[in-house]
Antibody, heavy 120, light 106 residues
Framework: QVQLQQWGAGLLKPSETLSLSCAVY????????WSWIRQPPGKGLEWIGE???????NYNPSLKSRVTISGDTSNNQFSLKLRSVTAADTAVYYC??????????????WGQGTLVTVSS | DIQMTQSPSSLSASVGDRVTITCRAS??????LAWYQQKPGRVPNLLIY???TLQSGVPSRFSGSGSGTDFTLTISSLQPEDVATYYC?????????FGGGTKVEI
């Protein structure tokens, strides 16, 4: 059974860079699609982007200019960086894996979530 | 981008009621539609994918239908443990997009 364990800084100041990582247990990141999703307090889900086993990445156009998702096969983990954060980036961030090897969705496995707060 | 619109945004029903949630895509997405359940303070959980396939371990009172632009999630007999927010999501192309959610209360 695949398990995702995520971590990263929970409190940032405006203009700083959000950095989260997600370790994968019970499977290799060399296959499948690996996504990040976020959820502002009391609001809905927003897909941030994904990296995939064919060497590509896709991002939400609304965040594309500030986001980088990368993989680390040696440590079997993947990471999210979001630059120049503002209060609007305050959210619970989730890492996730596609259910099948063929596509980013549906999202079959999720990390536990990390609350990131942006405040001066 | 293709937008996903869910309705209603919230509903209240009694235990044993049949509950239906709808999700509409702004363009056709074939059957690349998933439903997730998110209980308060918990991680979202995949219920249904390819519009109507029940994820392993999900109770059979949940079902999904639809294709193209119009989809439904049905709970045949609402149980207290079904109190949650339900989200649809399309995954035919990037960016994957979610509906706004439907909060189900008893």
């Amino acid at each position: 059974q695949v398990q995702l364990q995520q971590w990263g800084a929970g409190l940032l100041k405006p203009s700083e860079t959000l950095s989260l990582s997600c370790a994968v247990y019970g499977g290799s990141i060399s296959g499948y699609y690996w996504s990040w999703i976020r959820q502002p307090p009391g609001k809905g889900l927003e897909w941030i982007g994904e990296i995939n086993h064919v060497g590509g990445a896709n991002y939400n156009p609304s965040l594309k200019s500030r986001v980088t998702i990368s993989g680390d096969t040696s440590n079997n983990q993947f990471s999210l960086k979001l630059r120049s954060v503002t209060a609007a980036d305050t959210a619970v961030y989730y890492c996730s894996r596609g259910l099948s090897i063929a596509a980013a969705g549906p999202l079959g496995f999720w990390g536990q979530g990390t609350l990131v707060t942006v405040s001066s | 981008d293709i937008q996903m619109t869910q309705s209603p945004s919230s509903l209240s029903a009694s235990v044993g009621d049949r509950v239906t949630i709808t999700c509409r895509a702004s363009q056709g997405i074939s059957n690349f539609l998933a439903w997730y359940q998110q209980k308060p303070g918990r991680v979202p959980n995949l219920l249904i994918y390819t519009a109507s396939t029940l994820q392993s371990g999900v109770p059979s009172r949940f079902s999904g239908s639809g294709s193209g632009t119009d989809f439904t999630l049905t709970i045949s007999s609402l149980q207290p443990e079904d109190v949650a927010t339900y989200y649809c999501q399309r995954y035919n192309t990037a960016p994957l997009t979610f509906g706004g959610g439907t909060k189900v209360e008893i």
